[in-house]
């Protein structure tokens, strides 16, 4: 399973774009939000000490605006497979 999420901005509410992260959890953690945004050619978030997302605008704190679960082909699964 896979999940479609977005970090937005508490400040300027600049959005980075959404991700797909392969998990099964019920939200992508830390780790796994970190690997999507660095994907070369994406808009990348600053990372505190504390792990916490900053906007790369204003420097405020991002939050995960939406998380849906998504449903991944047979086809789409060599892609994420990739992409994490």
Known sequence: MAVR????CYFCG????EVVVP???????V???KTAYSAPGREQP????ADQ???PRCGGQL????FD????????RRALRRAS
């Not at 998990?23 to 953690?29: E, F, G, Q, Y």
């Open 5 to 8: 999420a977005e970090l937005y």
């Open 14 to 17: 600049h959005g980075l774009g």
């Open 23 to 29: 998990t099964k959890a019920r939200k992508p953690s």
């Open 31 to 33: 780790e796994q939000l």
């Open 46 to 49: 600053e990372w505190s000490a």
């Open 53 to 55: 997302p900053l906007c």
């Open 63 to 66: 939050f995960l605006e939406r």
């Open 69 to 76: 679960h998504e449903v991944v082909r047979s086809g789409d």
